[in-house]
Every structure is written in structure tokens, then in C-alpha cells.
């Protein structure tokens, strides 16, 4: 078997990140290269430099395609030589046929005007060749996301792909669907298309793969023969980083419960028959640190936010208790009143109201305290804006900046400010240290076991398993809209975490 | 990617100090009220001082005020992230109706008055209602309203004119204030100023409302130095009080040697200061911009914003209805075109007073004096003899400049 990519190499800086370091990556002909690795650990990264999204000359080191050295300029580039790329999101219109989408940008046409027919009956060629029993005329709006996903990989068969770039196919898609997909990865193999899979889950990994690379931290840990394999090995090869002190020292003693969630379920506000939480049931003690792991799109956001007054889902039912009496959570203001806030996961977009000051954004959940008969005391505003300015030390010349302005870290402390100033009894964290470099981490961090030891409960969500161990007296692990695991401090650790995950 | 959006700014946040730097950071502020002086200056000098003629300055305060009324309302909805189309043709409407119920149906006055607001509050509910609670583009809504009450003011005139109001119902707009002072008063500063008459009552608010405003603005800035709030420098801040200060006497004290304060004068003068006050200083109108400025995060701040959004609109409404009132005492009559195409002239108003079209952004000052820059731009226009053709052409060219202006030092501070 021949070599069909050689990655060497490849270094690519953000300003201030090395999101990749020095990595290598060979794929040969004919085979499906599995690559593993936690959120963020540049995966997605090294396939916009394959796909030519990062354009060549924007990263250090060399890529070797079909026996020459590729630059790639665009994703066009890429495309003319037989690299397609399927994002986790999926790129196709909603509002266009199914024959549309396949041929968008690659219209079958003589000068400018569409050959339906031509169209047509070679997109009936394609699906039938993805095994997608639907008309061509069909809007994509009106199949499921299974389908949508054969019709990306229809669409990347149009342009005559020899290496398929599949970036978390399965995400999205319910059990029977992702077996599907996987058995046509193994039927386009099987026709000589080379396949890259992105995925987290072993065991997909291991049903078709027959080499896996992992990466972790923007550098190739291992590349692995996927014959034999143990998922252990691979669990541990992605999250086997040395835990140095990046967390403050905290020695907590959880107190009465204070925050019950029972037989949570939510379902998706758009697909009705969607079940997006399912049956989920957990508590904070009083002075009590909880986490929430899992990967992207397990339903962690959603779970906090359908708690927080409502704000995700439809047809939510189960109870939400505070201190064993139940608490109306039904809008965001009751949620609030009852003693429940929510730090959002973007912060930029759902935290802050960006052109306005950081006085603005510390008194906004609750004007109440900083007004009398509706009208606003910009004294005691000011006053409040302050003491959380030096309370949360975030660093600004004034509290009459615009947030905008401000770094990662400082926004975050705004918002943090925000939601203190709620006096909330539990504090929901979602991410709170996304996107922020290590010191204001740290600082985050500080305030986070500060709350704790006032004795009350904050719930963290986070991607990085790391923070979670280091911070949280508990962990709820969570996949596919359900906690399927609870782990003690005591007996967490990212191999255990991960383990919960894949094994689901 | 998470790493890939991390900032490394830290510690280097952006400091504005020194005159330059507040200028830079303030231009549309200050270049808002420098081109109002600019217009005004250039067309006093090439109109041969009609334009601050003392009855010149009463009419562009009479020929603006609906302008102006609708303006405030029309900033709620601007900076609440929606536009209202339809004020026009709601104006037009709610003329006709007061039309027809005192002239047709010989109501009393004060109840057709009531009764128009309150139809105003409801067309502008109904309208709201379909935004806030339905989602539905303020744009489409407001554009179906537009057509819907400019043909229900056809249906209800019947295609006609209908007047003459009654005097006291004409006095909202063209009435003024009876001096209170004794006569003897202003027979003296007539004969200092040499004017033939003086409505002492005028120059006498004129002088209050510059003193107010200088005391109200010297506190402000005393409690902003006991918070360490950066504030304007003492140039500016003296400069701008100077001019303000004396462009309102100028203004009152020519207003004095003609009929004295126009009654709706006062209502627009009141008007604003309750909008002013109600946009700046009150929980609700720190809700609307926070509306504006970033829905997802309103909504998940506990803030009501389909309530919110409601209320702009009904609150449009209203004023609308105001305005109308106005407009049809002005004229004397309803007829089935009052208002038509009006509604461009309150957005641009808005707009050019310093308004963000994505909502946030925006003052009731800046959109009362971005009204009376048209108004201005208007009269001198026609006072110079311009045709209709060449005034539209630069009305327009006028607000793209303020919109460009706007965009352009956003760039830069951005």
C-alpha cells in the first residue's frame, strides 16, 4: 500500500496559542485513519490545515499528497485534488433539494443554465450509491440529520473523492444511523476512497478503523495499528498529561443538600420527538463543588439551561428542589428570585451586552437592588460595579469601560460579577474558563472555592477533565443526554471519566 | 476550537485620557450639535438672516414638533433592536379620526383627545404584540400597518378632507403661552432690545431652563469627580453649556419678540424631558437597551424582553396618535395624505441623532436634535427657493453621511 498523505511536521500558532505542534500524520491509500483526541486538542485544527482553511504559509511544516508537496490555498484547492471535508456542522442548505445541495457551487450546467435533468438522474446515481432511498427533488429540511449526513458524503462522491475527511460524524445521529454510516465508510473502503474519521467514540473507532492516530495537547502522541488495539490504551494515550498546580488549594466540607434536580427530561424545542435530557437526577450540597463532564453536544448546556428558567427545550418535566422545598424555576427571573443563576458557556454572545460598560453588565440581573421605584441610583450602581471590580480584581482603568474592551479573562469576571450579584444559593458554571488564559484561570478558580466556602453550591460544566478533578468534590458524568455516572474526587480520574463515555 | 479564540490581552486594556482622546472618543456627540451650528450658520448667512427670523423660529419649532414627538417613540423602537414603519400612516389615521369625531360627530374635544391616544396605544399593542409575542419582523408588521391604517384613514375620511376643528382644539398646536408678567415688564425690555414687543414669560423659561441645565450639568460632573468617573474636560464641558445655554435664550428670547412659547413647545419640550429621564435614569429603559444591545443575553438576565418589546411598540403608538393630534391642529383639517411617507422622516431623525440600525445605541437628545437638523435642513432649503427634487437628494445624502460617520468611528475605536 502506497502513502496517499504525509503530514510533517505541522506547527500552527494562534496569536499567543500553539494550537499544533510539530505533528505527524500518515495515512496510506485505501485504509480508514482514525484520529483521536479531547475537545481542543487540535484535531479539527489539523484538518483546516489539510483542508487548506488555513491557507499554506500560515503553518510551519509540509504536506505530502499523492508523492508532492501540497499547497493548499483554499478549500477549493484541496477539492480539485480529491481532499473533501464533512464538518461536524453540516454544511447544507436547509431550503434547497437534496439535488441542489450535492451540486451547489458545481452546478451541472452549459452557460449558467441548470440541466436538471443531467442533475437529476446523477444525484439518483449518488444516493443510490450511499444507499439514501429519497427522491432528489426532496428539501434537505424535510430528512433527518442521518440523512443529511449521507447526503454530505453524496455530495463529496459528486466531486470524485479519494480522501474523505469525516470530522464527528456521528454526533449527531441516533444508534441505527451511525451504524449505517460506518458500514458505508466500510463500502467506500472497500471502492478505494480513503477515509479520515475524527471521533471520540472507541468504539466506532475500533469497528472500522484500521489505524488510529492520537493526538492530545497539539502533538502526536501515538500512531497505533487499530488490529488488537485496547480502548484503555487509546483512553489513556488521549488524556495522559501530567497534572502540575494549576489549581488553588481548597479543603471543603459540603454541608446539608441544598440544590435537587429529579427526573429531569427535556425535549429538543425544534425536532419534537427529540429527547434531548433523559431522566437526569443530581444535587449540590451547600458549600459543595459538583461537576459535569462530557464531551460537546452531551447535553450539558441544555440540561442547565432548561433548569435556568427554561431557556432550552420544550415539554421539560421533573422537579427542582431547593433546600427540600420545591422552587418555581419556570422563567429566568423566577429561577433567579428562587435563588439559581447561570453563567452561560459564550459569554461573548448569551453574557454580555458588549458595547455597554462594565457597570452596565455587573448590575443588569438585578437592577432592583441598584433602583427605587424603578428609577436607577447610579450612585449605588457605580458603588456596586466597584466593590465586584475589586472583589473578582479584574483588571480595567474604570468601571465605565466597555466590555469589549476588555480581555478573555476580565469579560469573564463581569459576568461573574453579574451572577454574583444575584446572591444566587447555587451557582451554575458553564465553562467558566473557556478561552482564557492559565493566570486568570487560576483567579477564576479562587473565586469559585471563595463561593464554595460561603457555602454555596456551584455546579461547573467543563470540557476539561483536568479543571474538573482538580476543582470538584464530585463529578456527574454525563453522554448523550444522560448522567451515566457519578464519581467522588476520590475516585475520579480522566481514564475513569472516559471510560464512562465510550462504554455507554 | 477553545484554544483558538483564547485573548492574550491581559492588563492591556484600552485608556482614554487627554482632551484629544475624549474628543476622539465623543466626535459624534459633539459633531451632532457642530453640524446643527454649521446648518444653521450657513443658512442664516445665505438666507440673509430669515432663518432665525423671529417667526421663522417659531414655524420650524411648529413645523417639527410632530417630527420631534414621534422621534422619542421612534428611538425606543430603534434602540430596542426593531423599526416601526407604520407612524406615518397611524399619525395620518388617528388625524382623520379626531376629525371625524369632533367635526363630523360633534364629540367633545377632550374626549376625542383621550380616545385617540388610547386608539393609538392599541394600534401600536396590536402591532407590538405580533413582534414580541410571534417573532414576526417589526419591519413586515410595521410595513403591513403602514398600508393597512393609510387606507383605513381613506375609508374613514371617505377620500376627503375634513375640518375646520374648533379653536380649542387648534390651539394644541398653534396656540401660545398668555405672558403671565405684567405688561409693564415686557414694554421695558422691548424698548431695551429694541424689539416691538417681548414675551417676558418666554425669555424668563429661556433663562430658567439654560440655568437648569448648567446647575443640573455642574452637580453631575461634581458627583463624577467624587466617583473618579472620567468626565469631559472643563473646556468642553464650559464650551458646550456655553452654546447650549445660549442658543436656548437666543431661541426663547426671539420666540418672546413674536408670539411667545407655542404651546406645543411645551408638550415637546416636556415630552422629551420625560424620555430623556425615563431612557437614562429607570430600571425600564435600562431593559430596553439591554434589549437591544443583546436579546440573548437580556433574556438570560431575567429580563422580559417580548413584554418589552410590546410595550416599545404600544408606547410608538401613542406618540404617534400625539403627534397626529398635533399635525391635525396645525393644518386645520385631516386629509386622507397626512403623514404620508412622514415615517422616513422620523427614522432618519433617529438615525442621524446617533442610533445603531442592530439597536443598543441611541439618545432622545441626539435624536431631537438629529429631527430639527432635518427640520433646519428643510426650512433653509425652502427659505433659499431649492426645489423639492434637490432637498430630498440631499436629505438623503445627509443621513448616508451620518450613518457613514457613525460606521467609520466604530471602525476605528474597534
Known amino acids: 500500500m502506497a502513502t496517499l498523505l504525509e503530514m510533517r511536521q505541522i506547527t500552527k500558532e494562534f496569536p499567543g496559542v500553539k494550537a499544533l505542534d510539530r505533528v505527524d500524520l500518515k495515512v496510506e491509500e485505501g485504509e480508514i485513519h482514525a484520529i483521536c483526541g479531547e475537545n481542543g486538542a487540535g484535531k479539527s485544527t489539523l484538518m483546516k490545515v489539510l483542508s487548506g482553511v488555513y491557507p499554506a504559509g500560515s503553518y510551519d511544516g509540509e504536506i505530502v499528497y499523492e508523492g508532492e508537496t501540497a499547497q493548499f490555498r483554499d478549500i477549493r484547492d484541496s477539492e480539485d485534488r480529491g481532499i473533501i471535508i464533512i464538518h461536524q456542522e453540516l454544511a447544507l442548505v436547509p431550503q434547497l433539494s437534496i439535488a441542489e445541495n450535492i451540486f451547489l457551487g458545481n452546478e451541472r450546467a452549459t452557460r449558467g443554465v441548470i440541466d436538471w435533468r443531467k442533475t437529476n438522474r446523477r444525484t439518483e446515481e449518488l444516493l443510490a450509491k450511499v444507499g439514501l432511498s429519497e427522491a432528489p427533488t426532496t428539501l434537505v429540511d424535510s430528512i433527518g440529520v442521518g440523512k443529511q449526513q449521507l447526503v454530505e458524503i453524496a455530495k463529496a462522491l459528486s466531486k470524485d473523492v479519494k480522501l474523505l475527511i469525516l470530522d464527528e460524524p456521528t454526533a449527531a445521529l441516533q444508534e441505527n444511523d451511525s451504524r449505517k454510516l460506518l458500514d458505508l465508510m466500510l463500502e467506500l473502503k472497500a471502492q478505494g476512497v480513503t477515509c479520515i474519521l475524527i471521533s471520540h467514540k472507541l468504539g466506532e473507532v475500533r469497528y472500522v478503523a484500521d489505524t488510529v492516530t492520537v493526538i492530545r495537547d497539539g502533538t502526536t502522541v501515538s500512531t497505533l495499528d487499530a488490529k488488537g488495539l485496547s480502548e484503555d490504551q487509546i483512553v489513556h494515550d488521549m488524556v495522559g498529561r501530567d497534572m502540575t498546580n494549576r489549581f488553588p488549594e481548597h479543603k471543603r466540607t459540603p454541608g446539608a443538600l441544598l440544590l435537587e434536580v429529579d427526573d429531569w427530561t427535556v425535549w429538543h424545542p425544534e425536532h419534537a420527538e427529540r429527547r434531548v435530557i433523559k431522566n437526569a437526577s443530581f444535587n449540590v450540597r451547600a458549600g459543595e463543588v459538583v461537576g459535569i463532564a462530557g464531551l460537546m453536544g452531551s447535553g450539558r448546556t441544555e440540561l442547565a439551561m432548561s433548569i435556568f428558567g427554561k431557556s432550552y427545550g420544550r415539554n421539560i418535566s421533573g422537579s427542582v428542589k431547593l433546600r427540600g422545598n420545591p422552587i418555581d424555576v419556570s422563567t429566568v427571573s423566577k429561577a433567579i428570585a428562587s435563588g439559581v443563576s447561570y453563567l452561560t458557556e459564550d459569554r461573548k454572545s448569551l453574557g454580555l451586552v458588549l458595547d455597554e460598560t462594565i457597570r452596565f453588565n455587573t448590575t443588569l440581573a438585578n437592577l432592583q437592588d441598584v433602583s427605587r421605584n424603578g428609577v436607577l441610583m447610579r450612585n449605588e450602581e457605580t458603588r456596586v460595579a466597584e466593590r465586584y471590580r475589586e472583589a473578582l480584581a479584574t483588571r480595567t482603568p474604570s468601571v465605565f469601560q466597555k466590555v469589549v474592551n476588555l480581555s478573555g479573562g476580565n469579560q469573564q469576571k463581569v459576568v461573574l460579577a453579574k451572577w454574583l450579584f444575584t446572591s444566587p444559593e447555587v451557582l451554575i458554571l458553564d465553562e467558566p474558563t473557556r478561552g482564557i488564559d492559565v493566570g486568570a484561570k487560576y483567579e477564576i478558580y479562587t473565586i469559585i472555592n471563595d463561593l464554595a466556602a460561603q457555602g454555596k453550591g456551584v455546579v461547573m460544566i467543563s470540557s476539561e477533565m483536568p479543571e474538573l478533578l482538580g476543582m470538584c468534590d464530585r463529578i456527574y458524568v454525563m453522554n448523550e443526554g444522560a448522567l451515566v455516572g457519578e464519581l467522588t474526587a476520590a475516585e475520579a480520574s480522566q481514564e475513569r471519566i472516559m471510560s464512562l463515555i465510550v462504554n455507554d | ?414
Not at chain 2, 423671529?54 to 420631534?68: E, F, G, M, R
Not at chain 2, 396618535?321 to 403623514?339: I, Q, S, W
Not at chain 2, 433659499?384 to 443621513?399: A, E, N, P, R
Request: charged fraction near 10%.
Open chain 2, 1 to 414: 476550537m477553545a484554544v483558538a479564540d483564547s485573548e492574550h490581552t491581559e492588563g492591556a486594556e484600552k485608556e482614554t485620557k487627554g482632551v484629544g482622546a475624549y474628543l476622539a472618543s465623543h466626535l459624534r456627540e459633539y459633531g451632532l450639535l457642530l453640524a446643527l451650528i454649521v446648518i444653521m450658520v450657513f443658512f442664516q448667512a445665505v438666507t440673509e438672516g430669515t432663518l432665525l427670523r423671529a417667526v421663522n423660529v417659531t414655524n420650524l419649532l411648529l413645523q417639527n414638533s410632530y417630527i420631534v414627538i414621534m422621534a422619542l417613540g421612534m428611538l425606543v423602537v430603534i434602540v430596542s433592536g426593531n423599526i416601526d414603519l407604520s407612524v406615518g400612516s397611524v399619525m395620518g389615521f388617528i388625524g382623520a379620526l379626531a376629525a371625524v369625531m369632533i367635526v363630523n360627530f360633534d364629540q367633545n374635544i377632550y374626549v376625542t383627545i383621550i380616545a385617540c391616544l388610547v386608539v393609538g396605544g392599541l394600534i401600536g399593542a396590536a402591532q407590538g404584540y405580533w413582534v414580541a409575542y410571534w417573532r414576526i419582523p417589526s419591519f413586515i408588521v410595521t410595513l403591513a400597518g403602514m398600508l393597512v391604517f393609510r387606507g383605513l384613514s381613506l375609508w374613514l375620511l371617505e377620500g376627503q378632507s375634513v375640518g375646520p376643528f374648533p379653536r380649542e382644539f387648534q390651539i394644541i398646536a398653534n396656540g401660545f403661552m398668555p405672558d403671565i408678567f405684567p405688561a409693564g415688564i415686557g414694554e421695558m425690555l422691548a424698548g431695551i432690545f429694541d424689539a416691538r414687543k417681548v414675551n417676558v414669560l418666554a425669555l424668563f423659561a429661556g433663562i430658567v431652563t439654560a440655568a437648569l441645565i448648567v446647575w443640573m450639568g455642574m452637580k453631575q460632573r461634581a458627583r463624577n469627580k467624587a466617583y473618579g468617573i472620567e468626565d469631559e474636560p472643563a473646556s468642553f464641558f464650559a464650551a458646550r453649556n456655553f452654546i447650549v445655554a445660549a442658543a436656548l435664550i437666543f431661541i426663547t428670547f426671539k420666540l418672546s419678540t413674536f408670539r411667545g412659547l407655542p404651546n406645543v413647545l411645551i408638550t415637546m419640550a416636556v415630552l422629551t424631558v420625560i424620555y430623556a429621564f425615563l431612557t437614562s435614569s429607570t430600571v425600564i429603559g435600562r431593559r430596553v437597551y439591554a434589549l437591544g444591545g443583546n436579546q440573548k443575553a437580556a433574556k438570560l438576565s431575567g429580563i422580559n424582553t417580548e413584554r418589552l418589546t410590546f410595550l416599545a411598540f404600544t408606547n410608538m403608538g401613542v406618540l404617534a396618535a400625539a403627534a397626529g393630534l398635533v399635525f391635525a391642529a396645525r393644518l386645520n383639517t385631516a386629509t386622507p395624505k397626512a403623514g404620508f411617507a412622514l415615517e422616513l422622516d422620523v427614522i432618519a431623525a433617529v438615525f442621524i441623532g446617533g442610533a445603531s440600525m442592530s439597536g443598543g445605541v441611541g439618545t432622545i437628545i441626539g435624536a431631537v436634535v438629529g429631527a430639527f437638523l432635518m427640520g433646519v435642513l428643510n426650512n433653509g432649503m425652502s427659505i433659499m427657493g431649492i426645489g423639492i427634487d434637490y432637498q430630498q437628494m440631499i436629505k438623503g445624502l445627509v443621513l448616508l453621511a451620518a450613518v457613514i460617520f457613525d460606521v467609520y468611528n466604530k471602525q476605528k475605536q474597534g
